[in-house]
């Protein structure tokens, strides 16, 4: 009898792949013996080569085409370069293969529209790894919300800090924290005001950013965004009518690892919850949601569902990163003969 296969190929073998992607496609051929690591590519052979070895794939390439048409994978996950995303994605999808891309989804509006229409065409599952999504700290927070809030929060507050991030491109890092608060208000952004405290002394483009936000759901949301702290760190702060939540997130094993999750009610504790106590691995590559995220995805395409977190749905996310490369004052969402439209 012939047995079944799932396999993966994977486009990228840089330092991001190997610390939180590959480890997680190894523990997932691990838990679903069907898979099949078929093969890993990268322009540096040597990386390729290495990322093979590592976490047990079957080839090495330096073509992704090449790659492809010998092993006709049943899924595909690129982890390239901003710069490349939108150009191999297209390919890999107008060759027919469902595909996982690191963010961002295109590096402005234009690009992720492109990428959108070459996915409805091609007709392919794709997804966006956005991780926070899937960070289990963060969806434990949205659980406790919907279990004692009756209707929306009042406010969100977010602490995004990184430690001497100088590039000036620092959006497309903040893109995560903008998705991040978007994902827990569970609502679009309707408008936002920014603001940018230069810091051209560190690097051309270098800022702290702030975004004080209105959700279509009413909630409103403080984004502080600081490139050049003394800490790695993600914290947020969510206030409703009697309760307040505290989640300081363990992203990238940082300050705040394990993390905690912390619900106030009338002043008094009502739960201190961990990390660590939330199972599925202690891993940084299974507490920051890269598991959960690629264990999705591989899973869906297995059952043909169209991910929540494909393309199209980042695009709003991408405009507001877009909004602070260009650093506007002001975004607005509208509503223009019943289709979206947005305003920065």
Same mark, same amino acid.
């Given at each position: 009898m012939r047995i079944l296969s799932f396999k993966i190929c994977v486009i990228g073998c840089g330092e991001h792949a190997s610390k939180v992607h590959g480890p997680s496609y190894k523990k997932y051929a691990q838990v679903m013996k069907d898979t099949v690591l078929a093969g890993c590519c990268d322009l540096n052979e040597a990386n390729a080569l290495k990322f093979k070895e590592k976490f047990g794939f079957r080839k090495s390439y330096n073509d992704f085409?090449?790659?492809?048409?010998a092993e006709k994978p049943d899924a595909v996950c690129i982890i390239v370069p901003e710069k490349a995303v939108c150009q191999v994605s297209i390919a890999v999808m107008e060759m027919g293969y469902p595909v996982l891309i690191?963010?961002?989804?295109?590096?402005?509006?234009?690009?992720?529209?492109?990428?959108?229409? &070459?996915?409805?065409?091609?007709?392919v599952i794709n997804q966006v790894a956005f991780n926070r999504r899937y960070l289990p700290l963060i969806n434990k927070l949205k659980e406790e919300i919907s279990y004692h809030i009756?209707?929306?929060?009042?406010?969100?507050?977010?602490?995004?800090?990184?430690?001497?991030? &100088?590039?000036?491109?620092?959006?497309?890092?903040?893109?995560?924290?903008?998705? &991040?608060?978007k994902h827990i208000a569970g609502s679009d952004y309707k408008e936002i005001k920014f603001a940018y405290q230069e810091l051209g002394y560190l690097g051309k483009n270098v800022a702290n950013i702030f975004l004080d936000c209105i959700f279509e759901n009413g909630i409103h949301a403080r984004l502080n965004f600081c490139p050049c702290a003394g800490v790695i760190l993600e914290r947020a702060v969510v206030n409703a009518y009697d309760h307040t939540f505290f989640l300081n997130t363990p992203i990238w094993d940082g300050f705040d690892t394990p993390g905690k999750l912390v619900h106030v009610k009338d002043g008094k504790l009502q739960e201190e919850i961990l990390g660590s106590q939330l199972g599925g691995g202690e891993e940084m590559f299974e507490t920051n949601g890269f598991y959960s995220e690629n264990y999705t995805f591989f899973n869906n395409v297995k059952k043909v569902i169209i991910n929540v977190d494909s393309i199209e749905s980042c695009l709003q996310v991408v405009e507001i990163a877009e909004c602070i490369e260009n650093r506007l004052s002001e975004y607005h969402k509208e509503e223009n003969n019943g289709k979206n439209m947005s305003r920065c």
């Amino acid at each position: 009898m012939r047995i079944l296969s799932f396999k993966i190929c994977v486009i990228g073998c840089g330092e991001h792949a190997s610390k939180v992607h590959g480890p997680s496609y190894k523990k997932y051929a691990q838990v679903m013996k069907d898979t099949v690591l078929a093969g890993c590519c990268d322009l540096n052979e040597a990386n390729a080569l290495k990322f093979k070895e590592k976490f047990g794939f079957r080839k090495s390439y330096n073509d992704f085409r090449i790659m492809l048409k010998a092993e006709k994978p049943d899924a595909v996950c690129i982890i390239v370069p901003e710069k490349a995303v939108c150009q191999v994605s297209i390919a890999v999808m107008e060759m027919g293969y469902p595909v996982l891309i690191e963010k961002p989804p295109g590096l402005n509006k234009s690009e992720t529209l492109r990428m959108a229409a &070459a996915a409805a065409k091609a007709g392919v599952i794709n997804q966006v790894a956005f991780n926070r999504r899937y960070l289990p700290l963060i969806n434990k927070l949205k659980e406790e919300i919907s279990y004692h809030i009756d209707g929306t929060p009042q406010s969100i507050f977010y602490e995004f800090y990184r430690n001497r991030r &100088a590039e000036d491109n620092f959006e497309t890092t903040a893109i995560h924290g903008i998705d &991040a608060v978007k994902h827990i208000a569970g609502s679009d952004y309707k408008e936002i005001k920014f603001a940018y405290q230069e810091l051209g002394y560190l690097g051309k483009n270098v800022a702290n950013i702030f975004l004080d936000c209105i959700f279509e759901n009413g909630i409103h949301a403080r984004l502080n965004f600081c490139p050049c702290a003394g800490v790695i760190l993600e914290r947020a702060v969510v206030n409703a009518y009697d309760h307040t939540f505290f989640l300081n997130t363990p992203i990238w094993d940082g300050f705040d690892t394990p993390g905690k999750l912390v619900h106030v009610k009338d002043g008094k504790l009502q739960e201190e919850i961990l990390g660590s106590q939330l199972g599925g691995g202690e891993e940084m590559f299974e507490t920051n949601g890269f598991y959960s995220e690629n264990y999705t995805f591989f899973n869906n395409v297995k059952k043909v569902i169209i991910n929540v977190d494909s393309i199209e749905s980042c695009l709003q996310v991408v405009e507001i990163a877009e909004c602070i490369e260009n650093r506007l004052s002001e975004y607005h969402k509208e509503e223009n003969n019943g289709k979206n439209m947005s305003r920065c």
